[in-house]
Protein backbone atom coordinates (compact mmCIF):
# COMPACT_ATOMS: atom_id res chain seq x y z
CA UNK A 1 0.00 0.00 0.00
CA UNK A 2 1.38 3.25 -1.04
CA UNK A 3 2.03 5.99 1.44
CA UNK A 4 -0.28 8.23 0.23
CA UNK A 5 -2.53 5.66 0.11
CA UNK A 6 -2.42 4.61 3.68
CA UNK A 7 -2.22 8.51 5.27
CA UNK A 8 -6.07 9.24 2.81
CA UNK A 9 -7.27 5.44 4.79
CA UNK A 10 -6.31 6.20 8.22
CA UNK A 11 -8.45 9.67 7.49
CA UNK A 12 -11.10 8.37 6.09
CA UNK A 13 -11.14 5.46 8.75
CA UNK A 14 -11.21 8.12 11.19
CA UNK A 15 -14.23 10.04 9.78
CA UNK A 16 -16.21 6.60 9.63
CA UNK A 17 -15.59 5.88 13.37
CA UNK A 18 -17.62 8.88 13.84
CA UNK A 19 -20.08 8.70 11.53
CA UNK A 20 -20.87 5.39 12.59
CA UNK A 21 -20.81 5.95 16.05
CA UNK A 22 -23.73 8.68 15.37
CA UNK A 23 -25.43 6.82 13.01
CA UNK A 24 -25.84 3.53 15.17
CA UNK A 25 -27.50 5.99 17.78
CA UNK A 26 -30.63 6.04 15.87
CA UNK A 27 -30.20 4.44 12.31
CA UNK A 28 -33.28 5.53 10.71
CA UNK A 29 -33.02 9.70 11.30
CA UNK A 30 -29.50 9.49 10.47
CA UNK A 31 -28.83 7.46 7.56
CA UNK A 32 -29.92 10.50 5.56
CA UNK A 33 -26.85 12.54 6.77
CA UNK A 34 -25.06 9.16 6.65
CA UNK A 35 -25.76 9.12 2.86
CA UNK A 36 -24.24 12.95 2.25
CA UNK A 37 -21.11 12.11 3.97
CA UNK A 38 -20.60 8.94 1.68
CA UNK A 39 -21.46 11.38 -1.27
CA UNK A 40 -18.42 13.51 0.43
CA UNK A 41 -15.68 10.72 0.85
CA UNK A 42 -16.25 8.99 -2.63
CA UNK A 43 -17.28 11.50 -5.03
CA UNK A 44 -15.79 11.56 -8.87
CA UNK A 45 -15.79 7.61 -8.08
CA UNK A 46 -19.14 7.33 -9.10
CA UNK A 47 -22.08 9.53 -10.79
CA UNK A 48 -23.31 11.69 -8.48
CA UNK A 49 -26.85 10.24 -9.45
CA UNK A 50 -26.19 7.65 -7.62
CA UNK A 51 -25.50 9.49 -4.56
CA UNK A 52 -28.51 11.16 -4.91
CA UNK A 53 -30.85 8.69 -5.07
CA UNK A 54 -29.14 6.76 -2.19
CA UNK A 55 -29.91 10.40 -0.05
CA UNK A 56 -33.60 10.03 -1.20
CA UNK A 57 -34.19 6.44 -0.33
CA UNK A 58 -32.44 7.01 2.78
CA UNK A 59 -35.03 9.49 3.69
CA UNK A 60 -38.20 7.29 3.25
CA UNK A 61 -38.29 4.88 5.98
CA UNK A 62 -40.83 2.37 3.49
CA UNK A 63 -37.91 1.77 1.24
CA UNK A 64 -36.31 -1.14 0.51
CA UNK A 65 -32.70 -0.27 0.51
CA UNK A 66 -33.30 2.08 4.01
CA UNK A 67 -35.06 -1.02 5.33
CA UNK A 68 -31.90 -2.99 4.10
CA UNK A 69 -29.33 -0.76 5.63
CA UNK A 70 -30.76 -0.61 9.07
CA UNK A 71 -30.87 -4.00 9.02
CA UNK A 72 -26.84 -4.60 8.26
CA UNK A 73 -26.28 -2.54 11.42
CA UNK A 74 -28.86 -4.14 13.10
CA UNK A 75 -27.59 -7.52 12.38
CA UNK A 76 -23.74 -7.69 11.48
CA UNK A 77 -20.80 -7.23 13.87
CA UNK A 78 -19.85 -3.68 14.05
CA UNK A 79 -16.10 -4.74 13.54
CA UNK A 80 -17.39 -6.28 9.88
CA UNK A 81 -19.54 -3.45 9.26
CA UNK A 82 -16.48 -0.65 9.93
CA UNK A 83 -14.16 -3.05 8.35
CA UNK A 84 -16.04 -3.94 5.01
CA UNK A 85 -16.77 -0.15 4.54
CA UNK A 86 -13.20 -0.01 4.79
CA UNK A 87 -11.90 -2.63 2.64
CA UNK A 88 -15.04 -2.54 -0.10
CA UNK A 89 -15.27 0.61 -0.26
CA UNK A 90 -11.95 2.75 0.34
CA UNK A 91 -9.74 0.07 -0.63
CA UNK A 92 -11.10 -1.62 -3.83
CA UNK A 93 -14.21 0.86 -4.38
CA UNK A 94 -12.06 4.01 -4.27
CA UNK A 95 -8.23 3.31 -4.47
CA UNK A 96 -8.53 -0.04 -6.21
CA UNK A 97 -10.86 0.89 -9.01
CA UNK A 98 -8.93 3.96 -9.94
CA UNK A 99 -5.53 2.22 -10.49
CA UNK A 100 -7.44 -0.74 -11.97
CA UNK A 101 -9.05 2.16 -14.67
CA UNK A 102 -5.60 4.36 -14.90
CA UNK A 103 -3.66 0.21 -15.59
CA UNK A 104 -5.94 -0.99 -18.29
CA UNK A 105 -5.38 2.67 -20.73
CA UNK A 106 -1.78 2.44 -19.76
CA UNK A 107 -1.16 -1.19 -20.63
CA UNK A 108 -3.78 -1.89 -23.20
CA UNK A 109 -5.08 -4.72 -21.67
CA UNK A 110 -8.04 -6.13 -19.46
CA UNK A 111 -7.25 -5.87 -15.52
CA UNK A 112 -10.15 -7.11 -13.06
CA UNK A 113 -11.83 -6.02 -10.22
CA UNK A 114 -12.39 -9.38 -8.58
CA UNK A 115 -9.83 -12.39 -8.61
CA UNK A 116 -11.53 -15.89 -8.08
CA UNK A 117 -9.10 -18.38 -7.12
CA UNK A 118 -9.82 -21.78 -5.67
CA UNK A 119 -7.13 -23.45 -2.55
CA UNK A 120 -8.18 -26.57 -3.23
CA UNK A 121 -9.97 -28.95 -5.37
CA UNK A 122 -10.74 -30.96 -2.43
CA UNK A 123 -14.28 -31.31 -1.78
CA UNK A 124 -16.55 -33.12 1.14
CA UNK A 125 -19.66 -33.23 -1.36
CA UNK A 126 -20.04 -34.45 -4.42
CA UNK A 127 -22.87 -32.35 -6.37
CA UNK A 128 -24.92 -33.06 -9.31
CA UNK A 129 -23.33 -31.36 -12.44
CA UNK A 130 -20.36 -29.76 -10.52
CA UNK A 131 -16.82 -30.59 -12.33
CA UNK A 132 -15.08 -30.24 -8.95
CA UNK A 133 -17.28 -32.99 -7.42
CA UNK A 134 -14.91 -35.19 -10.36
CA UNK A 135 -11.63 -33.60 -9.45
CA UNK A 136 -10.98 -35.33 -5.98
CA UNK A 137 -7.87 -34.13 -3.45
CA UNK A 138 -5.54 -33.79 -6.23
CA UNK A 139 -4.67 -30.28 -6.39
CA UNK A 140 -4.07 -27.73 -4.32
CA UNK A 141 -2.47 -24.00 -3.84
CA UNK A 142 0.59 -23.13 -1.55
CA UNK A 143 -0.28 -20.38 1.29
CA UNK A 144 2.68 -18.78 -0.41
CA UNK A 145 0.58 -19.04 -4.13
CA UNK A 146 -1.91 -17.47 -2.66
CA UNK A 147 -0.23 -14.46 -1.12
CA UNK A 148 1.35 -13.79 -4.67
CA UNK A 149 -1.89 -13.70 -5.88
CA UNK A 150 -3.03 -11.25 -3.36
CA UNK A 151 -0.24 -9.21 -3.94
CA UNK A 152 0.01 -9.03 -7.44
CA UNK A 153 -3.46 -8.33 -7.50
CA UNK A 154 -3.29 -5.48 -5.04
CA UNK A 155 -0.37 -4.11 -7.20
CA UNK A 156 -2.64 -3.79 -10.03
CA UNK A 157 -5.53 -1.89 -8.20
CA UNK A 158 -7.45 -5.85 -7.19
CA UNK A 159 -8.90 -5.86 -4.05
CA UNK A 160 -11.14 -7.74 -4.28
CA UNK A 161 -11.38 -11.71 -4.03
CA UNK A 162 -13.81 -14.58 -4.44
CA UNK A 163 -12.91 -18.30 -3.35
CA UNK A 164 -13.90 -20.97 -4.81
CA UNK A 165 -12.93 -24.58 -5.18
CA UNK A 166 -13.65 -27.39 -4.57
CA UNK A 167 -14.72 -26.58 -0.70
CA UNK A 168 -12.44 -23.84 0.65
CA UNK A 169 -13.15 -24.02 3.72
CA UNK A 170 -11.36 -27.11 3.87
CA UNK A 171 -8.21 -24.71 4.18
CA UNK A 172 -10.21 -22.55 6.20
CA UNK A 173 -6.98 -21.81 8.29
CA UNK A 174 -5.12 -20.74 5.84
CA UNK A 175 -8.13 -18.23 4.46
CA UNK A 176 -8.29 -16.90 7.55
CA UNK A 177 -4.43 -16.27 7.59
CA UNK A 178 -4.55 -14.94 4.21
CA UNK A 179 -7.42 -12.15 4.98
CA UNK A 180 -5.63 -11.27 8.36
CA UNK A 181 -2.29 -9.71 6.36
CA UNK A 182 -4.73 -7.88 3.64
CA UNK A 183 -6.84 -6.65 6.09
CA UNK A 184 -7.07 -3.68 2.81
CA UNK A 185 -8.99 -6.56 1.04
CA UNK A 186 -12.24 -7.98 0.88
CA UNK A 187 -11.97 -12.09 0.98
CA UNK A 188 -16.11 -13.68 -0.09
CA UNK A 189 -15.78 -17.36 0.21
CA UNK A 190 -18.12 -19.45 -1.94
CA UNK A 191 -18.86 -22.67 0.32
CA UNK A 192 -21.35 -25.68 1.59
CA UNK A 193 -21.15 -24.35 4.57
CA UNK A 194 -20.93 -27.96 6.50
CA UNK A 195 -17.63 -26.85 8.19
CA UNK A 196 -18.31 -23.78 9.28
CA UNK A 197 -17.73 -24.02 13.13
CA UNK A 198 -18.12 -21.76 16.37
CA UNK A 199 -14.54 -21.02 15.86
CA UNK A 200 -14.50 -19.90 12.05
CA UNK A 201 -17.76 -17.47 12.90
CA UNK A 202 -15.80 -15.84 15.72
CA UNK A 203 -12.43 -15.88 13.09
CA UNK A 204 -14.48 -13.99 10.33
CA UNK A 205 -16.04 -11.40 12.69
CA UNK A 206 -12.14 -10.87 14.51
CA UNK A 207 -10.93 -10.21 10.68
CA UNK A 208 -14.11 -8.26 9.56
CA UNK A 209 -13.15 -9.07 5.64
CA UNK A 210 -14.50 -12.26 5.21
CA UNK A 211 -18.10 -12.88 3.99
CA UNK A 212 -19.72 -16.46 3.22
CA UNK A 213 -22.13 -17.30 0.06
CA UNK A 214 -23.52 -20.47 1.11
CA UNK A 215 -25.14 -22.99 -1.88
CA UNK A 216 -28.64 -23.60 -1.65
CA UNK A 217 -31.19 -24.20 -4.06
CA UNK A 218 -34.79 -24.06 -2.99
CA UNK A 219 -36.44 -26.77 -0.72
CA UNK A 220 -35.15 -29.56 0.79
CA UNK A 221 -35.85 -31.52 -2.13
CA UNK A 222 -34.42 -29.18 -4.92
CA UNK A 223 -31.41 -29.09 -2.72
CA UNK A 224 -30.39 -32.72 -1.73
CA UNK A 225 -31.33 -33.66 -5.37
CA UNK A 226 -28.18 -31.84 -6.37
CA UNK A 227 -25.99 -32.00 -3.18
CA UNK A 228 -27.00 -34.83 -1.36
CA UNK A 229 -29.14 -35.87 1.49
CA UNK A 230 -28.57 -33.88 4.18
CA UNK A 231 -26.89 -31.02 2.93
CA UNK A 232 -30.05 -28.51 3.15
CA UNK A 233 -30.29 -29.21 6.66
CA UNK A 234 -26.56 -28.48 8.02
CA UNK A 235 -26.18 -25.22 5.10
CA UNK A 236 -29.84 -24.12 7.78
CA UNK A 237 -27.87 -25.10 10.63
CA UNK A 238 -24.61 -22.66 9.73
CA UNK A 239 -26.90 -19.78 8.71
CA UNK A 240 -27.98 -20.45 12.27
CA UNK A 241 -25.26 -20.16 13.62
CA UNK A 242 -24.00 -17.30 11.39
CA UNK A 243 -26.98 -15.48 12.01
CA UNK A 244 -26.25 -15.55 16.05
CA UNK A 245 -22.67 -14.24 15.04
CA UNK A 246 -23.90 -11.92 13.96
CA UNK A 247 -21.53 -12.66 10.43
CA UNK A 248 -22.02 -11.04 7.30
CA UNK A 249 -23.18 -13.88 4.66
CA UNK A 250 -25.33 -14.50 1.80
CA UNK A 251 -25.93 -17.40 -0.51
CA UNK A 252 -24.88 -18.92 -3.66
CA UNK A 253 -27.72 -20.09 -6.15
CA UNK A 254 -26.67 -22.32 -9.32
CA UNK A 255 -30.32 -21.63 -10.68
CA UNK A 256 -31.13 -24.79 -13.28
CA UNK A 257 -34.21 -26.16 -15.49
CA UNK A 258 -35.09 -28.11 -12.29
CA UNK A 259 -35.32 -25.00 -9.38
CA UNK A 260 -35.79 -21.73 -10.91
CA UNK A 261 -39.46 -21.40 -9.21
CA UNK A 262 -38.07 -22.86 -6.20
CA UNK A 263 -35.31 -20.85 -5.66
CA UNK A 264 -37.04 -17.60 -6.56
CA UNK A 265 -40.24 -18.17 -4.68
CA UNK A 266 -41.57 -15.60 -2.12
CA UNK A 267 -41.08 -18.67 0.61
CA UNK A 268 -37.76 -19.14 -0.35
CA UNK A 269 -36.54 -15.51 -0.07
CA UNK A 270 -38.47 -15.05 3.31
CA UNK A 271 -37.00 -18.18 4.90
CA UNK A 272 -33.63 -17.14 3.85
CA UNK A 273 -34.19 -13.70 5.13
CA UNK A 274 -35.03 -15.03 8.50
CA UNK A 275 -32.28 -17.07 8.52
CA UNK A 276 -29.92 -13.61 8.34
CA UNK A 277 -28.79 -13.68 4.72
CA UNK A 278 -27.58 -10.04 3.44
CA UNK A 279 -27.15 -10.98 -0.40
CA UNK A 280 -28.18 -13.55 -3.29
CA UNK A 281 -25.54 -14.54 -6.18
CA UNK A 282 -27.59 -16.78 -8.57
CA UNK A 283 -25.61 -18.47 -11.32
CA UNK A 284 -27.35 -19.82 -14.56
CA UNK A 285 -26.07 -23.31 -14.66
CA UNK A 286 -23.41 -23.94 -17.43
CA UNK A 287 -22.76 -27.51 -18.99
CA UNK A 288 -19.25 -27.35 -17.79
CA UNK A 289 -17.55 -30.62 -17.42
CA UNK A 290 -17.54 -34.22 -17.86
CA UNK A 291 -20.59 -35.08 -15.98
CA UNK A 292 -22.82 -32.06 -17.17
CA UNK A 293 -26.34 -32.11 -18.13
CA UNK A 294 -27.37 -29.65 -20.81
CA UNK A 295 -30.52 -30.56 -19.71
CA UNK A 296 -30.42 -28.46 -16.47
CA UNK A 297 -30.03 -25.28 -18.74
CA UNK A 298 -32.75 -23.06 -17.77
CA UNK A 299 -34.97 -22.98 -20.75
CA UNK A 300 -35.85 -19.22 -22.52
CA UNK A 301 -39.22 -18.46 -20.84
CA UNK A 302 -37.01 -19.12 -17.66
CA UNK A 303 -34.35 -16.66 -18.46
CA UNK A 304 -37.16 -13.83 -19.33
CA UNK A 305 -38.79 -15.21 -15.37
CA UNK A 306 -35.04 -14.52 -13.69
CA UNK A 307 -34.79 -11.35 -15.89
CA UNK A 308 -38.29 -9.77 -14.39
CA UNK A 309 -37.55 -11.68 -10.81
CA UNK A 310 -34.29 -9.86 -10.60
CA UNK A 311 -35.50 -6.34 -11.49
CA UNK A 312 -38.82 -7.02 -9.32
CA UNK A 313 -36.30 -7.50 -5.99
CA UNK A 314 -34.32 -5.03 -6.65
CA UNK A 315 -37.32 -2.09 -6.74
CA UNK A 316 -37.13 -0.09 -4.02
CA UNK A 317 -40.83 -0.62 -3.73
CA UNK A 318 -41.24 -4.23 -4.67
CA UNK A 319 -38.34 -6.10 -3.80
CA UNK A 320 -36.95 -7.42 -0.72
CA UNK A 321 -34.32 -6.41 2.04
CA UNK A 322 -31.81 -8.73 0.67
CA UNK A 323 -29.19 -7.57 -2.72
CA UNK A 324 -28.95 -9.74 -5.50
CA UNK A 325 -27.53 -10.13 -8.60
CA UNK A 326 -27.96 -12.54 -11.57
CA UNK A 327 -24.79 -12.73 -13.30
CA UNK A 328 -25.85 -13.85 -16.80
CA UNK A 329 -29.21 -11.65 -16.44
CA UNK A 330 -27.30 -8.62 -15.00
CA UNK A 331 -25.21 -8.29 -18.35
CA UNK A 332 -26.62 -4.70 -19.56
CA UNK A 333 -25.42 -3.63 -16.35
CA UNK A 334 -21.77 -4.09 -16.32
CA UNK A 335 -21.36 -4.13 -20.41
CA UNK A 336 -21.62 -7.92 -21.18
CA UNK A 337 -19.38 -10.47 -20.40
CA UNK A 338 -16.87 -9.59 -17.35
CA UNK A 339 -14.76 -12.74 -17.66
CA UNK A 340 -10.80 -12.73 -19.11
CA UNK A 341 -10.18 -10.03 -16.56
CA UNK A 342 -12.43 -7.37 -18.41
CA UNK A 343 -13.52 -6.99 -14.55
CA UNK A 344 -12.19 -10.93 -13.44
CA UNK A 345 -10.41 -14.19 -13.96
CA UNK A 346 -10.04 -17.50 -12.27
CA UNK A 347 -7.25 -19.31 -11.16
CA UNK A 348 -7.88 -23.47 -10.37
CA UNK A 349 -6.02 -25.13 -7.68
CA UNK A 350 -3.24 -26.17 -10.00
CA UNK A 351 -2.90 -23.17 -10.54
CA UNK A 352 -3.83 -22.45 -14.46
CA UNK A 353 -5.31 -19.02 -15.28
CA UNK A 354 -8.55 -19.24 -16.78
CA UNK A 355 -10.87 -16.41 -18.21
CA UNK A 356 -13.53 -17.34 -16.00
CA UNK A 357 -14.70 -20.14 -13.79
CA UNK A 358 -16.67 -21.62 -16.13
CA UNK A 359 -14.27 -21.43 -19.26
CA UNK A 360 -11.94 -24.58 -18.19
CA UNK A 361 -9.37 -23.37 -20.90
CA UNK A 362 -6.04 -21.55 -20.59
CA UNK A 363 -2.04 -20.48 -21.71
CA UNK A 364 -0.72 -19.46 -18.31
CA UNK A 365 -0.14 -20.87 -15.08
CA UNK A 366 0.97 -19.29 -11.81
CA UNK A 367 3.87 -21.34 -11.13
CA UNK A 368 5.51 -19.75 -14.61
CA UNK A 369 3.67 -16.60 -15.09
CA UNK A 370 2.81 -13.07 -13.75
CA UNK A 371 -0.74 -12.22 -13.76
CA UNK A 372 0.25 -8.97 -15.61
CA UNK A 373 1.80 -11.81 -18.21
CA UNK A 374 -1.46 -13.63 -17.76
CA UNK A 375 -3.54 -10.56 -19.10
CA UNK A 376 -1.22 -10.18 -22.20
CA UNK A 377 -1.33 -13.79 -22.96
CA UNK A 378 -3.25 -15.00 -26.32
CA UNK A 379 -6.23 -16.16 -24.71
CA UNK A 380 -6.87 -12.81 -22.66
CA UNK A 381 -5.82 -10.76 -25.17
CA UNK A 382 -8.67 -12.70 -27.62
CA UNK A 383 -11.23 -11.98 -24.54
CA UNK A 384 -9.79 -8.50 -24.65
CA UNK A 385 -9.83 -7.28 -28.56
CA UNK A 386 -13.56 -9.35 -28.73
CA UNK A 387 -15.66 -8.54 -26.14
CA UNK A 388 -18.45 -7.70 -25.92
CA UNK A 389 -19.66 -10.81 -27.52
CA UNK A 390 -23.07 -9.51 -28.48
CA UNK A 391 -24.28 -5.93 -28.17
CA UNK A 392 -27.65 -7.36 -26.94
CA UNK A 393 -26.14 -8.12 -23.16
CA UNK A 394 -28.54 -10.20 -22.49
CA UNK A 395 -26.49 -12.62 -24.55
CA UNK A 396 -23.58 -11.81 -23.05
CA UNK A 397 -21.49 -15.33 -22.64
CA UNK A 398 -19.41 -16.60 -25.12
CA UNK A 399 -19.88 -19.79 -24.29
CA UNK A 400 -23.53 -20.10 -23.06
CA UNK A 401 -25.15 -17.89 -25.90
CA UNK A 402 -22.41 -17.17 -28.39
CA UNK A 403 -20.68 -20.36 -28.34
CA UNK A 404 -19.41 -19.76 -32.25
CA UNK A 405 -17.22 -17.02 -30.24
CA UNK A 406 -15.66 -19.18 -27.29
CA UNK A 407 -14.47 -21.60 -30.12
CA UNK A 408 -12.95 -19.40 -32.59
CA UNK A 409 -10.79 -17.55 -29.62
CA UNK A 410 -9.53 -21.17 -27.87
CA UNK A 411 -8.86 -22.38 -31.11
CA UNK A 412 -6.73 -18.69 -32.26
CA UNK A 413 -4.79 -18.58 -29.07
CA UNK A 414 -3.81 -22.52 -28.92
CA UNK A 415 -5.07 -22.93 -25.39
CA UNK A 416 -5.48 -26.00 -23.87
CA UNK A 417 -7.92 -27.78 -21.38
CA UNK A 418 -7.65 -27.04 -17.72
CA UNK A 419 -10.05 -29.13 -16.75
CA UNK A 420 -8.18 -31.52 -13.47
CA UNK A 421 -9.66 -34.34 -14.64
CA UNK A 422 -11.15 -34.50 -18.38
CA UNK A 423 -9.93 -32.59 -21.19
CA UNK A 424 -12.66 -31.06 -22.98
CA UNK A 425 -12.20 -29.94 -26.69
CA UNK A 426 -13.58 -26.68 -27.14
CA UNK A 427 -16.42 -27.87 -29.87
CA UNK A 428 -17.50 -30.25 -27.48
CA UNK A 429 -17.79 -28.17 -24.86
CA UNK A 430 -19.96 -25.36 -26.70
CA UNK A 431 -22.45 -27.85 -28.82
CA UNK A 432 -23.76 -28.48 -25.38
CA UNK A 433 -25.03 -24.75 -25.89
CA UNK A 434 -25.71 -24.47 -29.05
CA UNK A 435 -29.52 -25.12 -29.22
CA UNK A 436 -30.40 -23.11 -26.26
CA UNK A 437 -28.61 -20.09 -27.72
CA UNK A 438 -30.31 -20.55 -31.22
CA UNK A 439 -33.78 -20.82 -28.66
CA UNK A 440 -32.89 -17.55 -26.57
CA UNK A 441 -31.73 -15.39 -29.37
CA UNK A 442 -34.94 -14.03 -31.20
CA UNK A 443 -36.35 -13.66 -27.26
CA UNK A 444 -33.72 -11.64 -25.79
CA UNK A 445 -33.25 -9.43 -28.94
CA UNK A 446 -37.65 -9.30 -27.93
CA UNK A 447 -36.73 -8.33 -24.37
CA UNK A 448 -33.86 -6.04 -24.82
CA UNK A 449 -35.71 -4.37 -27.80
CA UNK A 450 -38.81 -3.39 -25.07
CA UNK A 451 -36.62 -2.44 -22.23
CA UNK A 452 -34.62 0.93 -21.59
CA UNK A 453 -30.65 0.24 -21.04
CA UNK A 454 -28.90 2.76 -18.53
CA UNK A 455 -25.17 3.69 -20.24
CA UNK A 456 -22.88 1.69 -18.89
CA UNK A 457 -19.94 4.30 -19.87
CA UNK A 458 -18.26 1.09 -21.39
CA UNK A 459 -14.42 1.57 -23.20
CA UNK A 460 -14.16 -1.30 -25.11
CA UNK A 461 -11.06 -2.52 -26.76
CA UNK A 462 -12.86 -1.24 -30.42
CA UNK A 463 -13.66 1.73 -28.82
CA UNK A 464 -9.60 2.91 -28.42
CA UNK A 465 -8.03 4.53 -30.78
CA UNK A 466 -5.23 1.05 -31.58
CA UNK A 467 -9.21 -0.91 -31.90
CA UNK A 468 -10.50 1.65 -34.34
CA UNK A 469 -7.29 1.12 -36.78
CA UNK A 470 -7.24 -2.61 -36.65
CA UNK A 471 -10.87 -2.82 -37.24
CA UNK A 472 -10.28 -0.14 -40.22
CA UNK A 473 -7.45 -2.51 -41.13
CA UNK A 474 -9.17 -5.60 -41.24
CA UNK A 475 -11.98 -4.11 -43.20
CA UNK A 476 -9.94 -2.64 -45.50
CA UNK A 477 -8.27 -6.31 -45.88
CA UNK A 478 -11.67 -7.93 -46.18
CA UNK A 479 -12.81 -4.85 -49.33
CA UNK A 480 -9.40 -6.17 -50.67
CA UNK A 481 -10.56 -9.51 -50.74
CA UNK A 482 -14.13 -8.96 -52.63
CA UNK A 483 -12.44 -6.93 -54.78
CA UNK A 484 -9.79 -9.86 -56.03
Not at 245 to 258: Q, W
Not at 415 to 430: G, I, M, Q
Request: net charge negative.
Amino acid sequence: MANSHKVQRAAIALALDKILKYVYKDPYPNLEKLADRVGTLFSGLFPSENFKKFKAAASDPDNVWTQYAVNLLRDIDPRVVRQMLLSLGVDAGLYGTKTVRRLREELHCNVPFIILFDPTSACNLHCKGCWAAEYGHKQSLTNEEMQSIVSQGKAMGTHFYMLTGGEPLIRKNDIVALARENRDCTFVIYTNATLVDQKFCEDMNDCGNISLALSLEGTEASNDWRRGEGAYKKTLEAMDLLKQNKCLFGISVCYTAKNVDMVTSDDFIDMVLEKGVKYGLYFNYMPVGHDADPALIPTPAQREHMYGWVKKMRNSKTGKPMFVMDFQDDGEYVGGCIAGGRNYFHINSAGDIEPCVFIHFSDANIRTHTLLEALKSPLFTEYYHNQPFNDNHLRPCPLLENPERLREMVKRSGAKSSDLLHAEDVDTLCDKCVAFAKAWAPEAQRIWDATEHRETHTQYYRDTPEGRAAMQAEDEKQDAGARQ
